[in-house]
C-alpha cells in the first residue's frame, strides 16, 4: 500500500518561492485559461502554484470525466504526486470554507484535496478509496461516495482554532442542503496545523490516474456553525449532522 506523504521539503520550497499569495474570497473556474496548456497563476482568482512530479500533468481541457465547462485535469501516468495549490494569506479564527467540484477517471486509492498552514503542515485531508468511498484520512470517517466519470461536489469547512473541520459532498450536484455533514473531524498535524494557509487539488495514487477540479470556492465564514461548535464544545458534532 503506498505510503500517503505531507510532502514537506516538496512544500516548503513551494511556500518559499511563492512571492505573493491570492486575497480571500477565490472563485476559479479555468474559463480565461487556454484548453491544453497549464492554468495561469498568480493573478486574483488564479491558482498561487502548480507542482509537478517527474512524468506527471497539468492541463486545462474543455471537458473531462463528466465536467463540461474546462476543468483543469491533474494526471498522474506514474502514480506520482500532482497539485494545483492555492496559497492565501493566514487565518487563525473563524471558518474557512473550501469548495471544488471534482471527477475522478476511475475508481482509485489516493488523496484529492487537503488543507495546509504556511508551515506546511497537512490539515484536512480527503481520500479517494477504490471502493467508491471517501474518507477522512485522520479520522477514517466515511463522508460521501463517488463514482468514475461522475461530479460531485465536496465542501470542507475547517476551523483553524480548534483544529477540526466538517466534511459535506453533494453526489447529485443539486447543492449541500440534502446531504450529511460530518463534523469534529481533526486535521491531521493537530498542534502544528494552526493557522490554515493552503487549499490543494491534489492527486497522489497507489495506481495510475487523474482527476478533474473546477469552481473552486475558498472564502472566509464565520458564523457557519451553531454556537456550541463556536464555542469549542464538539461533542454534539461528533457524529452526522443532517
Known amino acids: 500500500m503506498k505510503t500517503y506523504l505531507c510532502l514537506s521539503s516538496l512544500l516548503f520550497v513551494l511556500f518559499s518561492a511563492v512571492a505573493g499569495a491570492v486575497e480571500l474570497p477565490v472563485h476559479t473556474d479555468f474559463n480565461s485559461d487556454v484548453i491544453g496548456l497549464p492554468p495561469a497563476t498568480g493573478g486574483p482568482d488564479q491558482p498561487t502554484a502548480l507542482v509537478q512530479s517527474p512524468g506527471t500533468f497539468i492541463t486545462v481541457e474543455a471537458s473531462a470525466f463528466g465536467l463540461f465547462d474546462q476543468p483543469v485535469v491533474v494526471d498522474s501516468p506514474n502514480a506520482e504526486y500532482v497539485t494545483v495549490n492555492w496559497i492565501f494569506p493566514e487565518v487563525g479564527s473563524g471558518t474557512v470554507r473550501c469548495e471544488a467540484t471534482v471527477a475522478a477517471d476511475r475508481l482509485l486509492d489516493g488523496y484529492f484535496v487537503q488543507t495546509a498552514s504556511a508551515a506546511d503542515a497537512v490539515g484536512a485531508r480527503l481520500l479517494f478509496l477504490g471502493s467508491?468511498?471517501?474518507?477522512?484520512?485522520?479520522?477514517n470517517t466515511v463522508v460521501g461516495f463517488y463514482s468514475a466519470l461522475s461530479p460531485f461536489r465536496v465542501r470542507l469547512d475547517i476551523q483553524p482554532a480548534t483544529e477540526e473541520y466538517c466534511a459535506t459532498i453533494d453526489d447529485e450536484m443539486n447543492g449541500f442542503d440534502d446531504d450529511p455533514r460530518y463534523c469534529g473531524i481533526p486535521v491531521l498535524n493537530s498542534g502544528n496545523f494552526f493557522p490554515i494557509a493552503a487549499f490543494y487539488g491534489s492527486l497522489?495514487?497507489?495506481?495510475?490516474?487523474?482527476?478533474?477540479?473546477?469552481?473552486?470556492?475558498?472564502?472566509?465564514?464565520?458564523g457557519i456553525f451553531a454556537d456550541d461548535f463556536e464555542a469549542g464544545d464538539l461533542s454534539v458534532w461528533s457524529t452526522t449532522v443532517p
Open 204 to 222: 497522489n495514487p497507489v495506481a495510475p490516474a487523474a482527476i478533474a477540479y473546477d469552481d473552486i470556492l475558498i472564502e472566509i465564514s464565520p
Open 132 to 139: 467508491g468511498e471517501i474518507r477522512d484520512q485522520q479520522s
